[in-house]
């Protein structure tokens, strides 16, 4: 029978052959057919059969027991030591180690804050534009919120997205320093005028659908909305600075070049590199880290850049757990009604994230946890002081957690060590 003619029932019987039936030697498991069903629906729709025999959208067609074992968390302090010790090159006792020179310094932990600020993919943040770094302050002015262009998601649609005042004031220096003085390099060595591909901007449009409009150096006049420039073409863009055109890409290299999204993984494997030839013995790193033992491998902190949404998910439904039931003092029933209104954390959650689904970030991120009882664990954390501050209270129920739940990285010993 052609592929074309299949049917819901005919996905049923495959999908109970891969997955269940016991004649089977070589079943696969929840997350594999998660990830076939994703195949399969963006098959049938190029190939535009409908209905769709299998659409992963829809709950019944995915499988119950997929959990993610790409999950990576860090806890807020955590981070903090990653960061200080891969990215800013400081040793046990917490200061730079004297050979230490890093010309990018700036822009990696203005690129790790924004991530954990604002939980944005690796793609999303590594392709902003200059003119996208969110503003606009909130009413309370602690946090900015900018817009993810629908071209760069994964899903394709847009959305709002907020980072600290901090973060985006970090990344404003990077932009006021060390970008600066890349893109002087490049323009005094011509590096701009031998792309290939050139699109001045000459005029940006704001109101419901930001558009620009460019001239290439043929004189060739173009225009698109921003949302729909993929992060290829956002490469291309060019503003004219004090000293000729630089680049509207926001991440550059040494060279003054756009920083592709991918690059990122290498900054985050050399900065996990650095943390183990810090932290661990010769003896400990000569064993591969998928090899070693858990005690070894919990003694350095291991990041990539989807860690930090993975984090920014732990921390936001932390922090809003926390608000509802101790800062709030709410009842079962308030809390019932608080839901209501604004959503309970799991969907304000969901919706920071972009997910289409809550029980996408249930079962993606937070699912190693779900066997907690979070309100008994928060209530545990006693608040003696109504002044007390937030972020210290917090970094107690981390602890808490990461000392009750596997896959969680607080490296509490060694920060007490640092200090």
Known sequence: MPWRQA?????ADYRDWRC????????????KWNREAAAFTKLFRWAKVYPLPVDVSRKEDRAADSVSARVSWLTPRTWGLWSDTGLRGHVRAGVPRPEW??????????????????GLRRQEGGSLLTFELPTQRLRHGRYC??????AVTRSKNGRVF????????????????ERAWAVQRAQAQGRYERLPVVRLVTKVMGGLKPALEWVDRNGVVGGQELSRLGWRERQWLFLEGPDGPEPAWLWLTEEGLPMAPDRWNGVFRLANLRCEEVLLTPEEREVSRQFRLAEVRGKSPYATPHSARHSYALYMLVLLNRLVESRFGLTAADRRDFALLFGDPWWLVKTLLGHADVETTKRHYLAPVAHLQ?????AAAEVTDEQEDLGEDLDGVFARLARE?????????LLEAAS
Not at 20 to 31: H, L
Not at 101 to 118: C, G, I
Not at 374 to 378: A, D, F, K
């Open 7 to 11: 049917t819901e029932r005919d996905l």
């Open 162 to 177: 907020y980072a600290s005042v901090d973060a985006v004031g970090q990344v404003e220096a990077y932009v006021e320093s």
């Open 145 to 150: 919120h900018g817009r993810v262009a629908a």
């Open 101 to 118: 020179e890093s010309r990018t310094e700036l822009r990696n932990t203005s690129f790790v804050q924004l991530l954990l600020s604002s």
């Open 20 to 31: 269940r039936a016991p004649e089977n030697p070589r079943r696969i498991s929840g997350t």
């Open 405 to 413: 739940t596997a896959g969680i990285q607080d490296i509490d010993a």
């Open 374 to 378: 979070l309100e008994s664990i928060l």
